[in-house]
Every structure is written in C-alpha cells, then in structure tokens.
C-alpha cells in the first residue's frame, strides 16, 4: 500500500501565497496520476490540479493561472503552489495518487488533509 503525507497548510492572508507538498512513501508498481483536491464545510471533495506521470496537468477553472501543479517522480512527491489567494480557496486539501500494485490493480490513496484558511 502507499501512503500519502501533505504538509504546507496553514492561516495566509488574500492575496498571500502557499506551497502544498505531498510524499508518497510504500510499496507499489507504479504511481500514476498526482492531485490536489478540496472541501471545504458542507461542500462536497472537488478537484483542484492533476498531473500525470507525463507531466500533463489539468487545473480546476477556478485556480487557472493562480495554482502550479508539479512533481517529483524521484522522489515521489507532488506540490501545489498557490498565489493570489482567495477567501473562497479556503478548505482542506488532499493530495491523491493513482496507484497501480504489484498485481497490477488500480486503485487511489489519499492523504489525510491539511487545511488551508485564507483570511480577508
């Protein structure tokens, strides 16, 4: 199984910036698709970047052009660059993987969350 660990998260005033990192450590095939995504309370969990093993990304139209999706395929490791920060952005963000075993099965991991709080 992998394991998926975020860390960054934190209290930012609007406009301010932060850095989302996300480790995956355990044993596996391959890990394919890395993401970002969001809840915040009484919402439901929706996307927020994915970046292929490639390096193709996918952004959310709400954060085109303020968020950066990258990844370190050595050292297993996604980040999410905010800038521009919003009060709306606030929520807890998980860090998935798409992860393929040893016997081939395709299944997701996610992290445990790390909130982000985006003061006014």
């Known amino acids: 199984q992998v394991q998926l660990v975020e860390s960054g998260g934190g209290l930012v005033q609007a406009g301010g910036s932060l850095r989302l990192s996300c480790a995956a450590s355990?044993?596996?095939?391959?890990?394919?698709?890395m993401g970002w995504y969001r809840q915040a309370p009484g919402n439901r969990r929706d996307l927020v970047a994915t970046?292929?093993?490639?390096?193709?990304?996918n952004y959310a139209d709400s954060v085109k052009g303020r968020f950066f999706i990258s990844r370190d395929s050595a050292k297993h490791t996604v980040y999410l660059q905010m800038n521009s920060l919003k009060p709306e952005d606030t929520a807890v963000y998980y860090c998935?993987?798409?992860?393929?075993?040893?016997?081939?099965?395709?299944?997701?991991?996610w992290g445990q969350g790390t909130q982000v709080t985006v003061s006014s």
């Open positions: 970046i292929t093993g490639g390096g193709s990304t």
């Open positions: 998935n993987a798409v992860v393929r075993s040893l016997t081939s099965a395709l299944y997701d991991s």
């Open positions: 355990g044993i596996a095939f391959s890990i394919n698709t």
